[in-house]
Every structure is written in C-alpha cells, then in structure tokens.
C-alpha cells in the first residue's frame, strides 16, 4: 500500500523531486544552503542527531547533553519514532546499512 502524506501539494512534489536529483555531499551543500537558513539546516541535522541516538537508547538527559537540543524537542522526534511515518526510521537504518561516501574504507 502506497504511503499517504497529509502534506501531499504539487509544491512539495517538485521540492521532494530536486531532493531526489542530488548525486552528492557537495550537491546537498549547495543544495541546501541555498534553499535553507544557517539555522534551519543546523535544526535539521539536531533532529536528526536526536533520532539516531533515541534509537540508540540514550536518556534525555544524555541526548541533551550531546546535541543541545531541549526536552520538548526530543520528546516531539520521540512521538515520531513510535507513532510516526517511520522517515526517521528508514533514514537511520539505510545510513546504518553504507559507508560514508566521502570517507574512503579503511586498509587492512
């Protein structure tokens, strides 16, 4: 079954699809520092912190710590984790799943 966004709009398509043509780190830079805000990439990639380590099973307090980001914030990515769309979960697990493509692999 195909998945259902209630944010589904013609505007959003065509973002999602210039997403989509990115082909690398630099893209994605240029990419987003042209469409976002020093501040709203930063938020992004918190959030995203926050994701990974909730799923590592951190505490608040620890997550806290690490990534500044306030107990309201990570309680609202909490709720997305166990009620979500499961975007963070499919991100997390296929960012588990490669390498970086910037970093080569490591020489026995």
Known sequence: M?????LK????????????TLEDREDCYRFFEDI???NEIH?????????KLLSEKKTYS???SITNASTATISRINKCLLYGADGYKRVLERLGD???KDVPAAEE
């Open 2 to 6: 195909e998945y259902q966004s209630k």
């Open 9 to 20: 709009r013609d505007d959003i398509d065509q973002l999602f699809d210039a997403v989509l």
């Open 36 to 38: 976002c805000t020093i």
């Open 43 to 51: 938020a992004i990639a918190q959030r995203l912190q926050v994701a």
């Open 62 to 64: 620890e997550i806290e």
């Open 98 to 100: 490669t390498e970086p």
